[in-house]
T-cell receptor, first 114, second 114 residues
């Protein structure tokens, strides 16, 4: 079974600084997708970034980037120039290539200090 | 705004009752997914429909059922409700039923069982 582990229940960062959120996963598959979702206090689930396992290049979306280490089964999210609006729960998620059963980690609560 | 509409936003009912949660996917999306987010279980995939047919099943209880109608909206029916069913229920949609498409989430329906 695929599991997703987020080992940091809470993280904090100073505004304008950089923070990295960790995620590891367990799978025997070679083709899969990884995602980071953001859930602000408004409780919406917002897609931040996604990575296809077959791509070696790390995905980036503006201030958000990932460090995808396939051999280590690690998928960390780096937020640069943190803003107050980045404060939220962040969920790492895994999905097999031909299966839509998306598995989520327990989440990391990010606080941004002004 | 993800384009996915869920109604109602809040629902309060009693044990033993039955409720129906409704979801309208983004325009053009054929696939609908249902998730349950609870404090003890985290975010769990329940079920997926694609163009009216069940495509994938996750940790969905037998007391729960879902369907997708010809206009592509979906309903999640929860019956014989128990206190432990209190949770945030998310609907998500994607363009097709393939795993490479990102899922866009609605704002959720918060179900409270008294």
């Amino acid at each position: 079974a695929q599991t997703v582990t987020q080992s940091q229940p809470e993280m904090s960062v100073q505004e304008a600084e950089t923070v990295t959120l960790s995620c590891t996963y367990d799978t025997s598959e070679s083709d899969y997708y990884l995602f980071w979702y953001k859930q602000p206090p408004s409780r919406q689930m917002i897609l931040v970034i996604r990575q296809e396992a077959y791509k070696q290049q790390n995905a980036t979306e503006n201030r958000f980037s990932v460090n995808f280490q396939k051999a280590a089964k690690s998928f960390s999210l780096k937020i640069s120039d943190s803003q107050l609006g980045d404060a939220a729960m962040y969920f790492c998620a895994y999905k097999r290539y031909n299966n839509n059963d998306m598995r989520f980690g327990a989440g990391t609560r990010l606080t941004v200090k002004p | 705004d993800s384009g996915v509409t869920q109604t109602p936003k809040h629902l309060i009912t009693a044990t033993g009752q039955r409720v129906t949660l409704r979801c309208s996917p983004r325009s053009g999306d054929l696939s609908v997914y249902w998730y349950q987010q609870s404090l003890d279980q985290g975010l769990q995939f329940l079920i997926q429909y694609y163009n009216g047919e069940e495509r994938a099943k996750g940790n969905i209880l037998e007391r729960f059922s879902a369907q997708q109608f010809p206009d592509l909206h979906s309903e999640l029916n929860l019956s014989s409700l128990e206190l432990g069913d209190s949770a945030l229920y998310f609907c998500a949609s994607s363009e097709n039923g393939q795993g490479n498409q990102p899922q866009h989430f609605g704002d959720g329906t918060r179900l409270s069982i008294l």
